[in-house]
C-alpha cells in the first residue's frame, strides 16, 4: 500500500469515528476494554495452565490404594500453580478426614477456582449489553440535530445533507453492533470452555479421592448393620392364631348341686 492511500484511509476513518462525538467516544473506550479482557482470558484458559497434562497423566497412573504415586501426585501438585493442582492438594492434604468432609472441602476450593476462572467475563457480558444501547443512542442523538437543523432553516432543503447527517448518526449503531457482536462470541466461547473443564477436573479429583481412599475402606470395612431379632408375639396373641382344631378341648365335668 503506498503512503497516500494509507494517509488517505486513516483520515477516512478519524473523519468515521469523529463524526459520532461523544458517544462514539464511550463505544471506542468499550471497544479497547473489550479486547483487553478477550486478550487476558484467552491466555489465562489455556488448558495447560488448567488442566494440565502432566497431572492428568499422572492421576490416570495411580492404582487403587498405590501410596508411592499418591505421595508422587502430592509432590508435583505442591509445586503446581494450575486450577487442578490446587484442587488436588486440598483433597490430599486432607485424606485423613472422613471422606464425606474431604469431598466438602475439596467443593469448597473448586468453586473458589471457578470463580477465579470467570473473573472478568462479566466485563464482557456489560459491553454486550450497553454497546448497543451506546450505538443507539449516539444515532438518535444525531438525527436530533439533523432534523433540528432542518427545522430551523425550512428554505435551504438540500437532500444531500440530510443524507449525510443520517449516515453520519447512524455510524454509531455500526461501532456500537461491531463492539457487540465478538464481545458476545468471546463470552460464549470462554463460558462453555470454563464448563468444559469444570467437568473434566470434576472427574479427575473424584477419581483420586476414590483410589486414596481405597485403601482405608479395606482396612476399616464397613460394618452391616445387625439385623433385628425375630419377633415372638406374646401368648395370648399367639393363641388367637392357633387353628380350632389343634386346641386341645378340655371337658369339665358338671358340678354336682348341693344335697337336697
Known sequence: MSPILAVASWQ??????????????????????????????????????VVPDVIEQEVEAIQPGDEDAANRLAKLVRRDRSTLGRIIHV?????NWPKSENMEAVQTRARHEIVR???????????????????????VSGLVSVFAAFGADASAQDPHGIAKGISEALSTTIVGLAIAIPSLIAYSYFTKKIE????EMESLVGDVLAKCYYHQMQHHP?????????????????NQFVPAEMVPVQIVPPQEGPAA
Open 91 to 95: 483433597g490430599l492434604q486432607h485424606l
Open 222 to 238: 464397613v460394618k452391616p448393620e445387625p439385623r433385628p431379632e425375630s419377633y415372638a408375639p406374646p401368648q395370648a396373641v399367639q
Open 117 to 139: 476462572l470467570e473473573s472478568g467475563l462479566f466485563i464482557l457480558e456489560v459491553i454486550v449489553g450497553i454497546a448497543p444501547l451506546l450505538g443507539l443512542l449516539g444515532a
Open 196 to 199: 468444559t473443564m469444570a467437568a
Open 12 to 49: 477516512s476513518a478519524y473523519q468515521f469515528f469523529h463524526q459520532g462525538g461523544f458517544f462514539m467516544a464511550l463505544l471506542l473506550i468499550c471497544s479497547v476494554v473489550s479486547v483487553t479482557v478477550i486478550v487476558l482470558r484467552g491466555l489465562a484458559l489455556r488448558r495447560n495452565l
